[in-house]
């Protein structure tokens, strides 16, 4: 199995989920020269009104989305584990998937949405996609025990060295997103079959970014719950 390192690694439950979130943030890091990488748990075939519209033809259409998206953004590569929209457990075999990953790609920082997103009910799978992946992070990828088949293939443990959530209601960590808002509009309007034309987007993504970014000193930001993981003080 070859590693294929890289600086961050994004996880997250359905194409668009990435755009309408932290493609801020995204575009800011690879402007910056880090390498990103997503992970897509679900093919998002359920993420429709329309009556007329095949599952398998949606999930078509927002894998490709999402890798227009990407690559509006700079991800260096997108993987899709197509597992079916609103089907995700919190089970080993999923943990191990993401796990596998971690020690695939050796990210210093992973991302995902907070698991407890506050203030109103939360789409299970952006719940389980979280824990999972917070599982996977600590202890599973960090220790030698876990999965030793994974040693066969050269994957190695990897300790991740921070942890950022998006959408979590004690943010304490902030990116300035001044200089990128208009890529991540740009990105989050690839995803057409999600947001089609809707004319009040941009300046609802710049009201959201003011919001994030009050008390800060610059105008448009996006916001963070950051955990710095200090391999030597856990249990």
Not at 139 to 161: F, M, N, W, Y
Not at 203 to 220: F, H, P, V
Request: with cysteine; glycine share 6%; proline share 6%.
């Amino acid at each position: 199995m070859t590693v294929k390192q890289a600086r961050v690694l994004v996880t997250i439950p359905h194409p668009d989920d990435a755009e309408s979130r932290m493609a801020g943030t995204v575009a800011r890091w690879t402007r910056e020269g880090k390498e990103v990488i997503y992970i897509v748990c679900t093919n998002g075939d359920k993420g429709t009104s329309d009556p007329n519209m095949k599952p398998e033809e949606l999930a078509d259409i927002r894998e490709q989305e999402q890798l227009a998206a990407a690559n509006v953004l700079g991800v260096r590569e997108v993987v899709f584990l197509r597992h079916p929209d609103q089907s995700l457990e919190d089970t080993p075999e999923f943990r191990k998937e993401i796990m596998r990953l971690i020690r695939m790609y050796r990210p210093d920082t992973v991302v995902t949405i907070d698991p407890f997103y506050p203030g109103h009910l939360n789409h299970r799978d952006h719940r389980i996609t979280a824990q999972v992946t917070l599982d996977a992070i600590y202890p599973s990828a960090g220790g030698i025990p876990t999965s030793l088949d994974l040693l066969g293939q050269e994957l190695r443990p990897h300790r991740v060295k921070e942890v950022l959530l998006c959408g979590a209601g004690d943010p304490n960590y902030y990116v300035n997103i001044t200089d990128t808002i208009d890529v991540k509009i740009t990105a989050l309007r690839c995803h057409e079959s999600q947001v089609g034309e809707r004319l009040e987007l941009e300046e609802w993504m710049r009201r959201r970014a003011r919001t994030s970014a009050e008390g800060q000193d610059y105008e448009l930001a996006e916001a963070f719950h950051r955990e710095e993981i200090r391999w030597s003080l856990v249990p």
